[in-house]
């Protein structure tokens, strides 16, 4: 009869939790209620489910019928080949029966957790998934030293069957939820947990915690010379030093390079700073990667909620804004929103929006203002500038959309609507016999970067039939400083043998200019014109000129001055030794048909007598 009735409650009891696993419902509660449903069908037994941890150490899921404190004394304890009847019975992956708790040597350190509940023997099973793998425990425990019966055979092997399927269950709901909410690379939560999590923070009154916005620089770099491997671990790395700094606080990682830390309530502006500056500190040390290090570096805006906006709009988009501030600014360092960023960034979001426009439109445009060789005003050659424009005929000069420079995708965009412009142009001179030596064509980090520089200029000059021997390319010092210094070389490497000149602008202004010259195949040294403007009237300044041009002549390098806007200037110029130079003083930046006409007139011809060439502009021409 006891066989008759257990066998209709077991079927009841398999239909009854295979419909709340069917549900959804929490996993310790399906559990609980099957422990329940079990020590009801087999009177004198007491239940428990264990599972594992990641470092397989027990969980204790379910064991309804005992002291939470038993529980808590279980969890934690890692699986072996003595840890009493559960864990002996997950280590070796079939079941363990143990008549006799208290003289069991698999009990032995472990039978003071149950005897004195009045537990004295425990029969456990294996919970194995579909793969083979033992993800848990199904015991039966006794009140007197005995073994399971037929009837409680069947009973613990449904319930083993169910307890996997609902594990297998939570296991795959489980892993959606974290590949919905978590980033698989870092472990951090995703843009999708940042979202949640903000809503809740900004939704509570009164909203006082922080948020700090995080790039990694150059991450670009590190793919494209490195592999996306390097990268890959150069986002992981990141991501956990950030993770080691953050503590209580809600690390996520939220776009490719893109990180965010949610401050608790309560931050203040000087405890998110603490925090910023342990998070730069974190990334000093070197990453190894296959032998090669990686330094990592980023730069982090942040704005506190409140004070900086009391929506989730408001406040992300003033932390993007000072993130984008301290990436032009104080890039590798931090930087907390104020008042006036909104308006300075929303005028330069408009300016690239702008250029971006002009771009499409094909109103970005090359002038060229005349290199003059000072002793007989020759035109020797042009530099191609960017030049906007606008809707209304006005045209725009580079410092009126400096600002959308900045943006890597904007200035390769320019760097190719000018080496179009200026191919056209060479090619037309050329074929009409317009006396030039060279054309001088700005190029910018994103062109070095993307990697592709060389090929652009070798199809623009196929295309248009101009000879690259007369073009020169100029560089400034933040290309060195924002690539790597082996690319950026090989780069200028593979130009200078197409017979292209390399120059490097605005000499003098950036950072370790004479280490440049030593690491990279120079061919022109430009001097800035912040050095011209000072030097007649600052001695250190005028020390600083002769010197350059020394060691420029002593490495084989030619000079060119910009910014001469004075004969004085000129004349001081040519008795330290300079022989080029461009300014107002010759010429402002001209359209293409006006320098065409300035360089038949003065360009270089052995017949051609000296004639002074001064302040010519555009309307003049």
């Given at each position: 009869?006891?066989e ?6 077991l ?5 009854d939790?295979?419909?709340t696993?069917a549900?959804g ?6 559990m ?5 449903r079990a020590?009801?069908?087999?009177p004198?037994?007491?239940?428990s489910?264990?599972?594992l941890d990641?470092?397989r150490?027990?969980?204790a899921?379910?064991a309804?019928?005992?002291?939470a404190?038993?529980?808590?004394a279980?969890?934690g304890?890692?699986?072996g ?6 864990g002996t ?10 008549t ?7 009990w032995?350190g ?9 537990l ?9 998934a ?5 993800v848990?425990?199904?015991a039966?425990?006794?009140?007197r030293?005995?073994g399971?019966d ?9 319930c083993?069957h ?7 269950q939570e ?7 974290r ?6 690379l870092?472990?951090l ?6 979202n949640d ?6 939704a ?7 948020l700090?916005?995080?790039d ?5 770099i590190?793919?494209d ?8 671990a150069?986002?992981a ?10 503590g209580e606080a809600m ?7 893109e ?6 309530r309560g931050?203040r502006?000087?405890?998110m700073?603490a ?13 190894d990667?296959?032998g090669?290090?990686i330094v990592?570096?980023v730069?982090?805006g942040a704005?506190l909620?409140g004070e ?9 988009q ?9 990436k032009?600014t104080?890039r590798g ?16 979001l ?8 002009a771009?499409t ?26 030049r906007?424009?606008l809707p209304d005929g006005r045209?725009?000069s ?5 600002d959308a420079m900045?943006d ?5 965009r320019v760097?190719?609507q ?5 191919a056209t142009?060479?090619?037309a001179?050329q074929?009409?016999?317009v006396?030039?030596q060279h ?6 980090s ?8 060389v090929q652009?200029?070798v199809?623009?000059m196929?295309r ?5 021997r007369?073009?020169?390319?100029e560089?400034?010092e933040r ?5 790597r ?9 593979a130009l ?11 000499f ?5 200019s004479?280490t ?8 022109i040294?430009k ?6 403007a000072a ?5 250190k300044?005028s020390?600083i ?9 002593r490495l084989g390098?030619?000079?060119?001055t910009e ?5 004085a200037q000129a004349?001081?110029?040519?008795s330290m030794?300079?022989r080029?130079g ?6 402002q ?8 006409e300035?360089?038949?007139?003065f360009?270089p011809?052995?017949d051609?007598?000296?004639r ?8 003049a021409a």
């Open positions: 009869m006891r008759d009735g257990a066998a209709g409650r079927q009841a009891l398999q239909n939790i295979l419909e696993i549900r419902e929490p996993l310790a509660a399906v609980e209620n099957l422990c329940l020590e009801a069908i087999a004198g037994t007491i239940c489910v264990m599972t990641e470092q150490r027990l969980i899921l379910a309804p019928s005992l002291p404190t038993y529980r808590q279980v969890t304890i890692p699986i080949p003595r840890v009493g009847s559960c019975a997950i280590f070796r992956g079939e079941p363990v029966c143990v006799d708790i208290a003289t069991d040597p698999l032995q472990f039978e003071s957790l149950v005897l004195p509940l009045g004295r023997a425990c029969w456990s099973s294996p919970i194995t579909r793969d083979g793998r033992v848990g425990s199904f039966f425990y006794y009140d030293p005995r399971p037929d009837v409680e055979r069947r009973i613990v092997a449904t083993v169910l307890c996997a399927i609902a594990i297998e296991e795959v709901r489980s892993r959606n939820h590949l919905a909410y978590f980033d698989t870092t472990g939560p995703n843009r999708a947990s940042f999590a903000i809503n809740r923070m900004i509570t009154e009164p909203p006082d915690f922080g700090m916005l995080i990694i620089d150059h991450l670009k590190t793919n010379t490195m592999g996306h491997a390097a990268g890959d150069l986002i790395a990141v991501g956990a030093r950030i993770r080691s700094v953050v690390a996520c990682r939220i776009g490719g390079d990180f965010a830390v949610l401050l608790q931050t502006a000087v405890e700073r925090v910023a500056c342990g998070i730069l500190a974190a990334m000093a040390a070197p990453l990667h296959d090669h290090g990592p570096s730069t982090i704005a909620a900086d906006g009391r929506d989730c709009v408001t406040l992300r003033n932390a993007d804004f000072a993130l984008y501030h301290a032009e104080r360092g931090y930087v907390r929103f104020k008042d006036g960023l909104r308006t300075s960034m929303t005028q330069r408009q300016t690239r929006r702008d250029v971006d426009l771009l439109e094909g109103r970005i445009v090359a002038y060229y203002q005349p290199v003059i060789r000072l002793d007989t005003d020759e035109i020797v050659g042009v530099e191609a500038l960017a906007m424009r045209i725009a580079a410092g009126e959309f400096r900045d890597p995708k904007v200035a390769h760097t190719g000018m080496l179009a412009a200026v142009d060479m090619a001179w074929q009409a016999g006396p030039f054309v001088g064509l700005n190029v910018t994103a062109d070095f970067e993307k990697g592709d520089l652009r200029i199809r623009a196929e248009t039939g101009a000879s690259p007369q073009l020169v390319v560089i400034t290309v060195f400083m924002g690539g210094k082996d690319g950026v070389a090989r780069t200028i490497e200078r043998e197409r017979g292209i000149g390399v120059a490097l602008d605005d003098g202004t950036g950072f370790a004479l440049h010259l030593l690491d990279f195949p120079i061919d040294i001097i800035d014109r912040s050095f011209i030097a007649q009237n600052s001695t300044s020390v000129v002769e010197a350059m041009v020394g060691i420029a002549h390098m030619r000079i060119i910014g001469i806007e004075t004969q004349e001081w110029l040519q030794g300079c080029l461009q300014g107002f003083l010759y010429a930046a001209l359209p293409a048909n006006f320098t065409a300035l360089l038949q007139r360009g011809r052995p051609r007598a000296a002074p060439l001064r302040g010519i502009t555009a309307s």
